[in-house]
């Protein structure tokens, strides 16, 4: 619930920072504030943009446990389908447990190997292995899995991916309009009559533009928040050395590729260079990374 009302009151603060700036920018470009120049319109683009920023993205995280399971296929199971399926159920709840969470739903769907998180609230997620995944790991290593993923859970990162989705979706539809007005009004007599077509090429062009530069900050947080996962399994396991195993192991399998809206939230998207360009480090930095962190465990 915290985590909602930060959500709220980010995306106030991101619209009245969004209007300061804008204002600021205009008056050196134009020599008047952006209310000025877009006159009514302003109240209208800033209502906009809010409601688009904070209701789409919102959305987007009420329905992602039902659209996850329609995306890739996921089946629910609750223990009684068999000894695998019974593991994997009890070892969740372990883990739910140990990081003082309700369990979450589990869903085994078919396909390579890969393994995800979602939901819009920390005790009511969703927790979803492939197939492969679970025939080619060890318990140890699937139970690192599972501990990566829960931590996800417990450090509300879908809420928190959300929410900065949500703050950037508001930054790339009032910065495009904004601009798109003042270029297509600027001048006069038929450069003005035929401002409409300019208005929406300058929009379109921009919100590309815009929305390419918020996707690299999406995906430096969500690169950010895979080491904090990986760290949150290592505690949750008492150890490092199985989530560098699991690691380890994905490497050999070359990760599943799983849909774009689930992308960002699997256990790796592939075992390539570090890039500005990828919702996860690369395997070879994340096992690092826990290597990093042998000595505290061993103190």
């Not at 688009?52 to 039902?66: N, Q, T």
């Not at 077509?197 to 996707?215: D, E, H, N």
């Not at 480090?281 to 505290?296: G, K, Q, V």
Request: aromatic share 8%; charged share 15%.
């Amino acid at each position: 619930m915290k985590r909602i009302l930060l959500f709220l009151l980010t995306n106030i603060a991101v619209l009245v920072t969004l209007g300061i700036a804008a204002n600021v920018i205009c008056v050196f470009v134009a020599g008047s504030s952006l209310e000025a120049v877009l006159g009514p319109e302003y109240s209208t683009l800033a209502v906009y943009a809010f409601v688009y920023g904070i209701i789409g993205a919102f959305i987007s995280l009420l329905l992602s446990k039902p659209m996850a399971k329609f995306a890739c296929g996921a089946r629910t199971i609750d223990g009684t389908e068999g000894e695998a399926e019974r593991w994997l159920v009890q070892t969740v709840e372990d883990l739910a447990r140990r990081a003082n969470l309700e369990t979450p739903e589990v869903a085994i769907y078919p396909g390579a190997a890969n393994a995800f998180a979602t939901g819009a609230f920390r005790n009511s997620a969703l927790v979803a292995v492939s197939s492969d995944i679970m025939g080619q790991m060890t318990k140890e290593e699937l139970r690192a899995v599972l501990g990566h993923e829960m931590s996800h859970v417990a450090n509300g990162d879908m809420v928190t991916l959300t929410l900065v989705q949500g703050v950037l979706n508001a930054f790339v539809i009032f910065f495009s309009r904004a601009v798109a007005y003042i270029v297509s009004n600027a001048g006069n007599g038929e450069r003005r009559r035929n401002s409409s077509g300019l208005y929406f090429i300058v929009a379109f062009l921009l919100q590309i533009v815009l929305g390419i530069l918020a996707s690299l900050v999406v995906y430096a947080f969500s690169r950010k928040r895979e080491y904090a996962a990986d760290a949150g399994s290592a505690k949750l396991l008492g150890s490092p050395a199985p989530m560098i195993a699991a690691l380890t192991r994905l490497g050999s399998l070359k990760p599943g590729v799983l849909p774009d809206s689930l992308k960002a939230m699997g256990i790796a998207e592939g075992d390539g260079k570090t890039s500005v360009w990828a919702t996860h480090p690369s395997l070879r930095d994340r096992i690092e990374a826990l290597r990093n962190l042998l000595p505290d465990f061993m103190a």
